[in-house]
Antibody, heavy 124, light 112 residues
Framework: QITLKESGPTLVKPTQTLTLTCTLS??????????VGWIRQSPGKALEWLAF???????RYSPSLKRRLTITKDTSKNQVVLTMTNMDPVDTATYYC????????????????WGRGTLVTVSS | DVVMTQSPLSLPVTLGQPASISCRSS???????????VNWFQQRPGQSPRRLIY???NRDSGVPERFSGSGSGTDFTLKISRVEAEDVGVYYC?????????FGGGTKVEIK
């Protein structure tokens, strides 16, 4: 059974760095074809994709946030970590991680499993 | 970036009646392998998103048959053949053909 669970601080101050962890269960990021993405949702707003990491450590970032984001994986702990620097109140959102798996064409079928999300508030 | 434009923003529907949500992309979503990587997600109130449809028209496991996806090129549609009370929520389209991945703005389905 595939599950993902996000964890991290619920409150961060402006200019601080946010570190979120996605703990994976039922699958491994060392398995060929697997990927994990981060998506956020500001209160009452639409989904926004942030970053993606493949099983082979290839990484992709949202261009608008690229300079602030870093995504890494720790296969020994079965975790994916997202860091976002220079946090601002507009970054207040629920942050989700989600699973992807490549199909027969070696293209990801994105986000078939999602975590419950973690709400991060940015305030002084 | 590919812009995904959904309509309508809000969709009041009578129970048992059909519903249709449109999603248009700002450029073609046909990938070099000939596939189109458009997904549809349902987000019920207070819940995480749930994928319903992948690659335009493939229903995920456990998704009721009343949900169907169609489309080509730049125009895509999610249809609910007969709306049930549990279908209330916000629906999002997403394209996975081009980087960066982008979502539509969402369509809120509610019962009249």
């Amino acid at each position: 059974q595939i599950t993902l669970k996000e964890s991290g601080p619920t409150l961060v101050k402006p200019t601080q760095t946010l570190t979120l962890t996605c703990t994976l269960s039922g699958f491994s990021l060392s398995t060929r074809g697997v990927g994990v993405g981060w998506i956020r949702q500001s209160p009452g707003k639409a989904l926004e994709w942030l970053a993606f990491i493949y099983w082979d450590d290839d990484k992709r970032y949202s261009p608008s946030l690229k300079r602030r984001l870093t995504i890494t994986k720790d296969t020994s702990k079965n975790q994916v970590v997202l860091t976002m620097t220079n946090m601002d109140p507009v970054d207040t959102a629920t942050y989700y991680c989600a699973h992807s798996i490549e199909d027969y064409n070696n293209r990801p079928n994105y986000f078939d499993y999602w975590g419950r999300g973690t709400l991060v508030t940015v305030s002084s | 970036d590919v812009v995904m434009t959904q309509s309508p923003l809000s969709l009041p529907v009578t129970l048992g009646q059909p519903a249709s949500i449109s999603c248009r992309s700002s450029q073609s979503l046909v990938y070099s392998d000939g596939n189109i990587y458009v997904n549809w997600f349902q987000q019920r109130p207070g819940q995480s998103p749930r994928r319903l449809i992948y690659k335009v028209s493939n229903r995920d496991s456990g998704v009721p048959e009343r949900f169907s996806g169609s489309g080509s090129g730049t125009d895509f549609t999610l249809k609910i053949s007969r709306v049930e009370a549990e279908d209330v929520g916000v629906y999002y389209c997403m394209q996975g053909t081009h980087w960066p991945l982008t979502f539509g703005g969402g369509t809120k389905v509610e019962i009249k």
